[in-house]
């Protein structure tokens, strides 16, 4: 089973967030309740900047100064079979529009921070389902003006194990 979900925020840097899912044909997966990563409104600025989105939300990093507004982490809720384990990791990344995906993070059914690009196991999703939340660090290679947009681009890969 193979599912393709990309959400594309309005926003002053413009991110997607492609979710590529992958399940045996024993197992169902759901997903619902998607929501994008975006980092919402910048300042304009010179090229070399580095901004951390949390998935808490909150924008840290060396220019966080930089930061206006609108700023959300991304997440969606699993929902399976109860039965097996599940790995989750993040790839793909992609640079746009002057804009480099430094890392990934992600915090499964809240386990706490881990890197999504070294990829994790977590336990079983189960009928309630559990929130996976989504933070981005991004690092910008060229000078933004005013209504800049970019975007860099990853997949988030779901495997039953």
């Given amino acids: 089973m193979k599912q393709t979900f990309r959400l594309r925020p309005g926003q002053y840097l413009l991110f997607f967030l492609g979710m590529l899912v992958t399940a045996n044909i024993f197992a169902t997966v759901a997903f619902s309740s998607l929501v994008s990563p975006a980092f919402g409104d910048f300042l304009g600025g010179a090229s070399g900047r580095n901004f951390i989105l949390g998935t808490n939300g ?79 660090e ?11 947009t970019a975007s860099p681009g990853f997949d988030i890969v779901v495997n039953y194990i």
Avoid: R
Wanted: net charge negative; glycine share 18%; charged share 5%.
């Fill in 58 to 136: 909150a924008i840290t990093g060396i220019n966080a100064g930089d930061y206006i507004s609108g700023a959300t982490a991304g997440s969606m809720l699993i929902t399976g079979n109860g039965t097996q384990s599940i790995s989750i990791q993040a790839t793909n990344l992609t640079a746009s529009g002057g804009v480099t995906i430094a890392g990934v993070t992600c915090n499964y059914d809240a386990g706490g921070d881990l890197d999504c690009v070294s990829g994790f196991v977590g336990s079983p999703p189960n009928a309630q389902g559990k929130t996976l939340l989504i933070g981005l």
């Fill in 138 to 148: 991004i690092n910008t290679t060229t000078t933004h003006g005013d209504n800049n």
